[in-house]
């Protein structure tokens, strides 16, 4: 299997070193891994592409590349260009260094580079790690994600669903905080939302008197809800959401229809 990973969290992060590791094992010996990540630190940008100024690309090694972009940018750079000959067949996102369950959907680059993957009709999974108090440490961090991610990836691949609409499906995996031993296994979730995660500004001021604000969000910690992504990886299981890039309120549709009429 020929496999595209990327991230968020730039060409250097751990997490990326934890997915080329996923990739290899579901690639096969006869399969091949092609890395194109930023080249710095794209954090919180959602589904940004770079449409008004060039992305420049530069290549680190054999199949490794960095992108001067966000994690979209790296999958379109990796499809229409570094692998426009035999493109992939699968393309993984991740891992990210901290959860992108609940309203953290909606901010993610993570999120963001599957989801162009599955704009542009390819399977996609998005795969993050949640952090908490048993696995801040270096160490510890990426435990469940390097020891249960190509198991959980494989069944996906093998198991799971994956349409041929215009919008297709793509996945959105975290594994819960647990610093050793094994998680409680698989959970379908939906996305949560935690009311007290909202984002918000902290001004400082500069040694020269500029006024700077620092983006911060709320606490990781309070579930979402039963049933919801935040709540299932909480509980030490690995969390998996289907999503699509469609955001109408389908369920809205006809009852504001009826009352615009």
Known sequence: MRILITNDDGINAPGLKVLHAIATEIAGPKGEVWTVA??????????????????????????????????ADCVLAGLHEVMKDAPPELVLSGVNRGNNAGENVLYSGTLGGAMEAALQGLPAIALSQYIGPDNRSA??????????????????VDRGLWTQDDYRLFYNVN???????????????????????RYTTQ????PTGR?????????????????SD???CLDGHIAVTPL???LTAHDTLTALAERLE
């Open 38 to 71: 930023p080249a710095f630190e794209q954090s919180g940008v959602g589904h940004k592409i770079s449409y008004t100024h060039p992305t420049m690309l530069a290549e680190l090694g054999p199949r490794r590349f960095a992108a001067e972009g966000a994690p």
């Open 139 to 156: 160490d510890a961090m990426f435990h469940i994600a390097r020891t249960e991610g190509a198991a959980t990836v494989r069944k996906l």
């Open 175 to 197: 594994f819960p905080p647990i610093g050793s031993g094994a998680s409680k296994g698989l959970m379908v979730a939906h996305q949560g939302y935690r009311r007290d995660a």
């Open 203 to 206: 001004a400082q001021t500069s």
């Open 211 to 227: 006024r700077f604000l620092w983006v911060t969000g709320g606490g990781q910690q309070t579930p979402a809800g039963p049933g």
């Open 230 to 232: 935040v709540t299932v």
């Open 244 to 246: 699509r890039a469609d």
